[in-house]
Nanobody, 119 residues
Framework: QVQLVQSGGGLVQPGGSLRLSCAAS????????IGWFRQAPGKEREGVSC???????TYIVSVKGRFTISRDNAKNTVYLQMNDLKPEDTARYYC?????????????WGQGTQVTVSS
């Protein structure tokens, strides 16, 4: 069964850190691009970061310098390290995969995990 299983997330104070994980089962991630997306209540989903199959990474401006995407092919997992979190980072975060490059459409989606940044 092909699926992406997410973990991490939670409640953190402003300035804190969290690490999200996206583990693949049923396929190996090394040939795939993984994107991280988020959706806050009342807002459209936005792409946050992506890592391609050749490990080229991209970030939206608002998270550049604070978030880091990485992959561990031995663990078949992609991570999103989030530092210096801000209240505006509060959202439900999703990972998604597609072959090769960071571009829509994505084929498989994780179940989502909530990130709440609040004092």
């Amino acid at each position: 069964q092909v699926q992406l299983v997410q973990s991490g997330g939670g409640l953190v104070q402003p300035g804190g850190s969290l690490r999200l994980s996206c583990a693949a089962s049923g396929f190996t991630l090394d040939a795939y691009a993984i994107g991280w997306f988020r959706q806050a209540p009342g807002k459209e989903r936005e792409g946050v970061s992506c890592i391609s199959s050749n490990n080229s990474s991209t970030y939206i401006v608002s998270v550049k310098g604070r978030f880091t995407i990485s992959r561990d092919n031995a663990k078949n997992t992609v991570y999103l390290q989030m530092n210096d979190l801000k209240p505006e980072d509060t959202a439900r975060y999703y990972c998604a995969s597609r072959v090769g490059i960071c571009r829509s459409p994505y084929d498989y989606w994780g179940q989502g995990t909530q990130v709440t940044v609040s004092s």
